[in-house]
């Protein structure tokens, strides 16, 4: 958890809310809201259209060419007058501003990614103070040192003529990436406030794990004291969960800022476990000052006990790259986390919870927070403390070389201090990498000859890019959260050379290459932390940001919403030959996220059939945005596409894995819990009607944290007496109690090929405990059955599944108290499709 300080200590007067804002050219002041930023206030005032809505984001891109005034007034709280000093306090500006107070200018920002602390109570009255922030365009403030370069950095995915994207430590991917538009924000983005201090306070609290057994945690707590030199304070520590007395200490301080350790043993240590293995516990902490029997300030932190270690080593494959948690090997699935929102501000705690949350229900254990986008607010690592989620941090650096002049890296490093600093305490976060894909660009991208480098310029370059990525930032992580591990650059091979016996790859010969689906299943590599395809949204939400003349692969529209300059060529021709020719939108729109999931179901099952080889899995990309076609498995709105379906199937602990080679299936079962298994499992081969051909059953004891291979099924008699469009392998995994714990069928055609009957779907619903129950049953053997309603809550518990002739299925569907008293309007809206029923009536 943030380091969080007492209320009731530390006063504080929010600024957030009602502001006001105009362009600076212009005289004419407009309500702004605060936290915020230009383009939705300008859109509240009626000044630019929804930037979302259809072909909009054209028409906004004047906004990043302008300056803006962002203004408010207040009455000071005379309570804050008694602290000896005010902080102004802005944990998000974007980007380069002044701030001024009275119209004393008090401070600047030139970094998204640092947040603002200024003592201010020199220039604080009684009565009314004005409060003004003049944020300068980052396109005009980065324009001359683009133009005093001389030269072009290769910073493709900035959709502009100039590339000024790398100048601006702002999130690379508010200038354009092949998945999001290109709006270039300024504004106060996050929480603003005046907060009391005393002369002795603390400013940082480090929680330093020195040892951990079963029997005993030995923690150091450094703890960063200001104060006047000379002054002595009494330095305590409680910990809620512990009956551990910790004696309070006296400090004399003998500088202005100095750290002070505190060591706690704790008896018989709770551990902190990622999501799957065990309880994702939490120590709390509370760290106070006092003199003289009087609290000066208090503030509390969390941190979960754990060991984590990325081993990363020659082996006898080549050089491995896997995660040690608590000292086992642990299988990392999950997928790339982008920013939730062209417009920082929008992304509430309650939308990244549903996130984290949708992440953990999907059998996720780790998250890549990708480098062109920004660091996360406090309440997102919070989440990712509470839910188990491991935490592949990036810096923010994105396949583009960048400046190696002294300011540059000055505010690179006043970044990496306060990001490092602010994020070292959450037991999720488990490595930091340098950046996304440079090492990579340096060695394939041909960026001498894209961009006209000369031998001498591009020597230079690189030498700049060693200094920040294999000097500087390394340095701050040794500095500030000592014993983290640090990786240069994602990734360390490169998917055309076949090096995938070497490190963590991102493979995009599936897509980017255009190389079939099938080779998902051949190029397994150490470590796949990048991979992925594209989808489209489901039909509800295009009706949520096109009209229904839009909705068509032709259409500019859906153009504008389509940032890969291939992306609607080749959904469709990937689909050709395996799916059946889409005859509406809604079908195109269905098939392309059956495909995805289908398609990515390869991987994800290859990936974790090749343990201890291939030790981790995260897929590009989790979430959206904005609406658009995209690689998300979450689309913007919330909604869970197909992918995240899968997901949540090929990601659980206990999980079946079919493979065919030649007339031979195999049938593997993985266990990655840490506890032994008894499981019975069963498999029938049987035909597209439901008749069974033949199969088996056996108990199985399933090592922890491992995977066993159950049988070799000889497929070539059934597939001499069956054509193959119309057989079916299922397999069945059951717990001691009989239940169902996985269920997984293999195909020998593609969905094209097979004779599949007509859509026909029996659908009962009920009411129970606030939970629409439909149970499913058809007479024909259907393929990713989808149910779609009009309810708050988008996502069933299972959706894109198939159904076999004559099976029962039940699904479920949270309600809100509302739809509960009233549920006639969502079963009636209640309705279904399948692959079945894009086939052309024969």
Known sequence: MALHYNPEIRLSQPLNGAWQFRQASQTSWLPATVPGCNFTDLEANGVIDDPFYRDNESRVQWVEREDWIYRRTFSLNPELAEYDDIQLVADGLDTYCDILLNGTRIGTGENMFIGQRISCKPWLVEGENTLEIYFHSPITQTRPRFEQAGFAYPAENDKSEDKLSVYNRKAPCHFGWDWGPRFVTSGIFRDIYLQGVHNIRIQDVAVRQCALSDERARLRLDIAIAGKVGESVAVSVECAQTDVQIPAETVTLTSEEQTHALFLDIPNPRRWWPNGLGEAFLYHFSVSLSQQGHTLDTCSQSAGLRTVEVVSEPDSFGQAFYLKVNGHDVFMKGANYIPADSFVHRVTPARQEALIH????????????????????????????????????????????????????????????????????????ALWCGNNEVDMAIKHWQWPEKFDYSEALYQRLKADYMTLFDDILPGKVEEHDSGRFYLRSSPIGFWEDDEDHIGNHHYWGVWHGEEPFSEYQRRVPRFMSEYGFQSFPMPASFDRFTLPQDQHLDSEVLAVHQKHPRGNRLISQYMQGTYPQPQSFADLVYLSQVQQALGLKLAFDAHREARPFCMGTLYWQLNDTWPAASWAGIDYYGKWKALHYQARRSFAPLHLILSQDEETVSVTVTNDTLRSCVLTCTYRLCTLSGDTLHGDEAVLTLEPNALQCWQHIDCSEALRTVDKTELALVAQMFDSEGELVDETVHYFASPVEQPLAPHQLDMQTDIVDNELIVTLHSTVWLRQVYLEVNAENLNFDDNFFDLRPAQTKVVRLALTEAECRNPAPVIASLRSTSVNACQLEP
């Open 358 to 429: 949708s992440a953990a229900s999907a059998n996720m254990n780790m998250l890549r927070v990708w480098g062109g986008g920004l660091y996360q607010d406090d309440h997102f690592y919070d989440l990712a403390d509470q839910y188990g989620m491991l935490i592949w941090q990036d810096f923010m650096f994105a396949c583009s070389l960048y400046p190696g002049d002294d300011a540059f890296l000055t505010n690179v490093m006043n970044e990496a201090d306060a990001v490092i600093r602010r994020l070292r305490n959450h037991p999720c976060i």
